[in-house]
């Protein structure tokens, strides 16, 4: 089918930035913004639903959240603070809201002023955040959600000639703004857009289309999410042809692929998590804490998605005045001390071509290389651990990683199958780096 504004290319970017970013595997998402504030609670009453969405679950009207703006004047807000954690996580990118749902401006645009500048803070903390952030070497993203709650010509559906006159003075306002955050902070790798999903947006797959040029003519090399995107017919991610639009598949949305399959792995791909079970915003309840996800299970999902050449975004939302929860904090001290001895394994590995997948967690690989990595997320009972080789490869060595000067002496049971001891049990997640070669 002839499309204008459907996929731009059948076949992954191979380009330098591109590269850059299918290697980086782990990245920190950051939601903040005035919902930080009221944290899911509404005049004493726990919401139990994601926190930037409080708004519309406790019925606030659009005036009443606006007046937060009054509020926000973040007086614990240090974005170096937030980088040098960031960095001792083991993150390499990082994806901060600009603007989500209710229409908040977290830098001060020209276009609006319902933005950060305008508050008691009076700052800019997107341009705080991306020169903070690059000083300790993290790579910058910005997060910019389309559906706006605040702006009087957003439209969910087009029924009328007044609907469409709105949306289309709504659209050239988010272009504006787009193009205004590109000229701004011109240093930013890419975009990752949200609230595209309504029949209004759908209707305009070519805003969605000049979009993505647009900002890639002002920032050569930029990387867009599939989740801006809507071809001709109103398709989304994936044009009326079966082609994947933007640079990657932003669709995992607090799941990962499962079952494993290594299909996923024929396209670049993100997925987003969030630390508790449904709040991407900061969420003071005790509903959220319930179900906070541990290191050990984050780092499962880091591995795992590396394990099909795919990228992990976690998610962080810093409460109200500008701090990041100490409980968040120590999580992400945690998975970057193990990401200090285990590194090797997930960043720039991939999926680990012709080994099947062994069930007690996953195997990566640096594309071409004779090294794989079995990173061990589900401690067999048995205490042993067996390794099935890819037909025509032989085992030459096996070492722990935390450890590398211990010998281990891989058990051989049979042609290609393998026995490592694992010795004491041990609660952290452990990784092995096999050194294979081709059978003789
Ligand atoms: C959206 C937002 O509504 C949410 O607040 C957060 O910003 C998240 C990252 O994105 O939520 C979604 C979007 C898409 C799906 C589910 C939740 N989806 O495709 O299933």
């Not at 406790?58 to 007086?75: C, D, G, R, T, V």
């Not at 051989?412 to 092995?432: A, C, D, M, R, W």
Request: net charge negative.
């Amino acid at each position: 089918m002839e499309l204008n504004y459907g996929a731009s290319r059948q076949q992954p970017r191979q380009d330098a930035a591109m590269q850059r970013f299918r290697e980086h595997r782990f990245g920190q998402f950051v939601h903040w913004g005035l919902y930080a504030m009221p944290a899911g609670y509404w005049q004493g009453t726990e919401y139990r639903f994601a926190a930037e969405f409080l708004q519309k679950t406790a019925n606030i009207p659009e005036p009443e959240w606006a007046e937060l703006a009054q509020q926000f004047s973040a007086e614990a807000f240090d974005a170096d603070a937030w980088a040098a954690l960031a960095a001792r996580s083991g993150v390499k990118y990082a994806t901060f809201t600009t603007k989500h749902h209710d229409g908040f401006c977290l830098w001060p645009s020209q276009y609006t002023d319902f933005h950060s500048g305008n508050t008691p803070a009076a700052r800019d903390f997107i341009g705080e955040l991306v020169a903070a952030y690059q000083r300790h070497g993290i790579d910058v993203y910005l997060y910019y959600s389309v559906l706006d709650w605040h702006h009087p010509d957003w439209r969910y559906r087009l029924e009328s000639a007044e609907d469409q006159q709105a949306f289309k003075r709504y659209l050239d306002f988010a272009m504006n703004q787009l193009v205004e955050l590109a000229q701004r902070y011109p240093s930013v790798k890419g975009f990752w857009f949200d609230g595209t999903w309504d029949e209004s947006v759908k209707a305009n797959g070519r805003w969605t289309w000049e979009v993505e040029q647009r900002l890639k003519e002002l920032i050569p090399g930029l990387i867009v999410s599939s989740r801006l995107r809507a071809d001709d017919l109103g398709a989304r991610h994936r044009d009326s042809n079966g082609s994947l639009m933007g640079d990657y598949e932003s669709g995992y949305e607090r799941r990962l692929p499962d079952p494993w399959d290594r299909s996923v792995c024929e396209q670049d791909w993100e997925a987003c998590m969030t630390i508790p079970q449904a709040s991407w915003g900061y969420h003071a309840g005790p509903w959220a804490k319930r179900t906070r996800k541990s290191a050990a299970e984050l780092i499962d999902m880091i591995a795992h998605c590396t394990s099909l050449s795919g990228n992990f975004l976690l998610n962080f939302g810093p409460r109200g005045d500008g701090s990041i929860d100490p409980e968040d904090a120590a999580l992400a001290e945690q998975i970057g001390n193990w990401l200090a001895q285990n590194g090797a394994a997930i960043y720039g590995k991939g999926v680990a071509t012709n080994w099947s997948y062994p069930g007690w967690g996953y195997y990566t690989q640096e594309a071409d290389s004779e090294t794989v990595y079995a990173v061990v997320t589900k401690w067999p009972t048995a205490r042993r651990l067996r390794l099935q080789l890819p037909a025509g490869e032989r085992l030459l060595a096996a070492t722990l990683l935390r450890e590398p000067a211990l010998q281990l002496n891989p058990q051989e049971l049979e042609t290609s199958l393998f026995e490592l001891e694992l010795g004491n049990s041990s609660e952290e997640t452990l990784v092995f780096e096999l050194t294979t070669a081709a059978a003789e």
